[in-house]
């Protein structure tokens, strides 16, 4: 039956976009739908500031009538001008196993890219680093946590067809929550001690507190994640933005910061529970008892996982990720959490790879960011 590929222009094309997904992993058991108020949002140019400083085009493809496909093409402007790069990118690709259907809609993003001088497509890659990116390539009967992506393994299939090839790889370690110091930390609990009359760790009992560092946070991220693949600066908008889509689903408790003698924030890290059990029960709508199912698993869960953290150049090799994460584990025991997801650490990123290891976390997913060139 003839292909049909048209842009995504009315309310009801947005909705038609939304939705394929869950029509398309229909009995996938890992696979975690979006929450549907956020995405509505999300893909929304009015809401989403993100749209503008990003050239988009967003695509379904049809076959007899039926929606059987979705991409989202991306140039951003800013990000390309900070990184002396000229790169278009695919996102939220999505369709059955089908060659055809893939080819058509990723052929129709490259034009697209190329016709306004794009060198160069990668993907799966959002706005930024903050969205899920890569697909999964190894680990696939492994449970699906928050922000990242579930891919079937035929979509990696589609898009090697394509002329597509490995650009940047990722992994996810799982780590059990250590039930006392572990050995590695024992040798520097002097240091840490002497830390903690230099500097305040802050934590938390409610998210009305935490909202007060959402700005310091995050402008610290802008300053400390400059080199990560794919990460944007927030605007103070952005960072509101994010705050509201996020903060709700947070266990305080999973949130550290740390302050200088001048009230400075100059490292944090914030875990959350894993929620996808509640979630998937939800099917992705919170009214009106979805929110529920969500919090509740959160609680049930025996599962955290580590979202974001960051520490100012000049006071890294202290010791202040290891008070952190010695307050994150004694928050997790108290809950009666048992593990943590590492959630997406670049391969070539030592450093916190080597975080993990310390304390024994294995990798049990790896994802990758495809590239092919347009010229």
Not at 44 to 59: D, M, Q, T, V, W
Not at 111 to 134: H, N, T
Not at 215 to 244: C, H, W
Not at 324 to 342: P, T, V
């Amino acid at each position: 039956m003839e292909l049909i590929v048209k842009e995504v222009v009315t309310k009801s094309d947005i909705t038609k976009f939304i939705k394929l997904p869950a029509r398309i992993h229909k009995g996938h058991a890992n696979w975690i739908p979006p929450i549907y108020m956020d995405e509505r949002d999300f893909f929304n140019p009015l809401k989403n500031g993100s749209f503008k400083y990003c050239s988009h085009i967003r695509l379904l493809a049809y076959r007899d009538g039926e929606v059987v496909g979705r991409v989202m093409g991306l140039i951003n402007h800013r990000y390309n001008q900070v990184k002396n790069e000229n790169n278009a990118r695919f996102s939220y690709l999505e369709t059955y196993n089908d060659q055809e259907v893939a080819h058509t809609l990723i052929s129709k993003v490259e034009s697209w890219a190329r016709s306004l001088g794009a060198e160069k497509i990668v993907g799966p890659l959002g706005f930024s680093d903050k969205e899920p990116q890569g697909y999964l390539v190894d680990g696939f009967d492994e449970p699906t946590v928050l922000m990242a992506n579930c891919n079937y393994k035929y979509q990696v299939d589609l898009i090697k067809n394509e002329g597509f090839v490995p650009e940047i790889n990722l992994v996810s370690y799982k780590t059990e929550i250590p039930a006392s110091t572990p050995a590695v930390y024992k040798r520097i609990l002097p240091r840490l001690e002497k830390l903690n009359s230099e500097f305040r760790m802050v934590e938390f009992e409610s998210r009305w507190k935490l909202r007060k560092y959402i700005r310091p946070v995050l402008n610290l991220t802008n300053r400390t994640f400059q080199e990560i693949y794919g990460s944007m600066p927030y605007e103070e908008k952005e960072m509101d933005d994010f705050a509201n889509r996020f903060i709700w689903l947070l266990n305080p408790k999973f949130v550290k910061v740390i302050e200088n003698q001048n009230g400075e924030v100059i490292a944090y890290t914030v875990a959350m529970p894993d929620i996808s059990k509640g979630i998937q029960k939800s099917k992705g709508y919170l009214f009106p008892f979805g929110i529920f199912s969500i919090l509740r698993s959160g609680k049930k869960s025996n599962r955290i996982v580590a979202m974001l953290g960051a520490i100012e150049e000049q006071y890294r090799g202290r010791g202040l990720d290891v008070m952190m994460a010695l307050k994150i584990f004694g928050s997790a025991r108290q809950e009666g959490k048992k593990e943590i997801d590492g959630h997406l650490v670049m391969e070539t990123n030592y450093a916190m790879r080597g975080e993990y290891e310390h304390i024994g976390g294995q990798i049990y997913k790896r994802y990758s960011i495809f590239a092919k060139s347009l010229i």
